[in-house]
């Protein structure tokens, strides 16, 4: 359990929904036509099945084996339905109802994630023997979106650091590049642009070495003591506290230590308004919206949500302003 003085704000998120990039549904089907069987999905009926909302939101039941944190007098949670049905996870559609929908896609288990690069001990990692053979840790981060909203969540998971440490990085190691599962079967909203929000698949982001081997870098594979629903990243997703959402990937297959900064997928789409570090800054507007207050969502849902002042770093600034001291983060953004 980590807990520290500012624990009120150690609370997080998921993949941030960019308004430049969200594209109504039926706008995408009448886009598609009935032509849409010629794209790489499973078959015509897995497009129609994408969008129609027909299936149930798989929600986790599977309990975890979790060293449970305290909760800070004053904490509010997000409840458990709004956390997994409101999100962004462009792989299963992009609106925010559709990961939930959508998940029956993914087939979480079995899953392994590979560690290599610029390290001395490349070792495959059996997610599911980790859950299943661990007690995981529980923290309560805050998730902060771009797109001013933000939730508090219980995440259960292990330090990213314990992961890094065990390859054993060598000199050269400056940066730690993630890659999320490439499979428009199980992910269909990988089968193309016009289905997956412009994006060229698979998902990958990025980290500073220093930033990965914070002790707030987190892996998450539980989410309110259980295992993580598939909207939310499953079976293992990163989780970053005092950046933007979209830092957070999801499914991750691949983490890979190197050299040089690697590509990250919004950077990439969109460099003028996405960059590398994507720390929460609200004196840094969006170029297309205020970054200055965000919707907290709890009971009332995200339009009763009560709009509150955004953080610096999200409310970690204590712990972790240090590692960009000297940055000018109207630059390094």
């Not at 001013?148 to 000199?171: F, H, K, N, Q, Y």
Request: with cysteine; net charge neutral.
């Amino acid at each position: 359990m980590l807990l520290k003085r500012r624990s009120a704000h150690h609370l997080i998120e998921q993949d941030v929904t960019p308004e430049a990039v969200y594209q109504d549904r039926r706008l995408i089907l009448k886009g598609l036509g009935l032509g849409a069987a010629t794209l790489a999905l499973p078959t015509q009926a897995g497009v129609l099945d994408l969008f129609s909302g027909d299936k149930p939101a798989p929600v986790a039941t599977r309990a975890l084996n979790i060293h449970a944190a305290a909760r800070p007098e004053g904490l509010t949670l997000t409840p458990e339905e709004k956390a997994t049905t409101h999100n962004n996870f462009y792989e299963l559609g992009t609106d925010k109802g559709d990961p939930a929908r959508n998940g029956h896609y993914l087939k979480p288990e079995p899953w392994t994630l590979k560690v290599e690069g610029e390290v001395a001990k490349p070792f495959t990692l059996d997610v599911w023997d980790l859950i299943n053979k661990s007690t995981l840790e529980e923290r309560i981060y805050r998730l902060r979106c771009v797109e001013a909203w933000s939730m508090v969540l219980p995440w259960s998971g292990i330090a990213l650091a314990d992961l890094i440490r065990r390859a054993e990085p060598t000199s050269r190691a400056r940066f730690v590049a993630f890659e999320t599962l490439y499979d428009p079967e199980q992910l269909p909203g990988q089968a193309s642009r016009s289905l997956g929000g412009g994006i060229d698949y698979p998902y990958v982001e990025g980290l500073r070495i220093d930033e990965a081997m914070h002790p707030l870098s987190f892996l998450a594979m539980g989410l309110y003591g259980k295992a993580l629903p598939a909207q939310n990243g499953a079976p293992i997703r990163l989780v970053v506290p005092w950046k933007y959402g979209f830092k957070s990937i999801k499914s991750i297959v691949s983490i890979r230590l190197v050299e040089e900064m690697p590509p990250t997928t919004w950077n990439l789409l969109a460099p003028n308004e996405y960059g590398f570090y994507a720390n929460v800054n609200p004196a840094v507007d969006h170029p297309r919206w205020s970054q200055a207050s965000e919707r907290f969502i709890g009971e009332g849902g995200i339009f009763g949500a009560k709009r509150q002042p955004t953080l610096m770093f999200n409310g970690y600034a204590d712990e972790v302003a240090s590692l960009y001291q000297g940055m000018d983060l109207r630059k390094w953004y």
